[in-house]
């Protein structure tokens, strides 16, 4: 759940109580009002105060991007556990990132370009499979295009992802984009935890 309706109308803490009490064992809150969507930034005052009402784990989620933020949200907020959404979009190593600098204080390396190939590749896969050769390799551009924005030359392969419309050529580019860029590192560049979505990313995250 969000935090309440409008920054006027919070309510997060009335509603934490009243599903307690009819039973419900886990709680997620989103730190941001229903009116705001996902502008703005998120607030975890009122995760804290959910987690103080109840005694069932709360979880809290909004704006977390780095392992630091993880780290962070639960020291303000006494969350049992953090839940990432958009920061996972393109980058779904971002779990085991966090994980470890929870445990150790240390951080991870970036994974390999190859990985990242590997992984893109039977995620598309995967993909086409659930939605069909028409939608399949349509609804992927979003997907790739999220891998792809900070990496070099990003910006202009996601140009042309918008003109293919066959699965097994996006398959392809992505494949030959990659081989090329393992060419010129071995892993991925350091995220920038600062990276903000576009307006369009946004809606996208959204829709899907």
Known sequence: MRTGWSEDNRNAVKLARDFESAGVQMLTVHGRTREQGYKGHAEYDTIAAVKAAVRVPVVANGDIRSPEKARDVLAATGADAVMIGRAAQGRPWIFREISHFLDTGTYLAPPLVVEVRRLLLDHLVEHYALYGEFSGVRT??????????????????????????????????????????????????????????????????AVD
């Open 140 to 205: 992927a551009r979003k997907h790739i295009g999220w891998y792809v924005r900070a990496l070099p030359d990003g910006e202009a392969f996601r140009g042309r992802m918008n003109t293919i419309e066959d699965c097994a050529e996006q398959l392809r580019a992505v494949g030959d984009y990659f081989d090329g860029l393992a060419d010129r590192m071995d892993r991925m560049p350091e995220h920038q935890a600062a990276e903000e979505l576009s307006g369009e990313e946004e809606a996208a995250c």
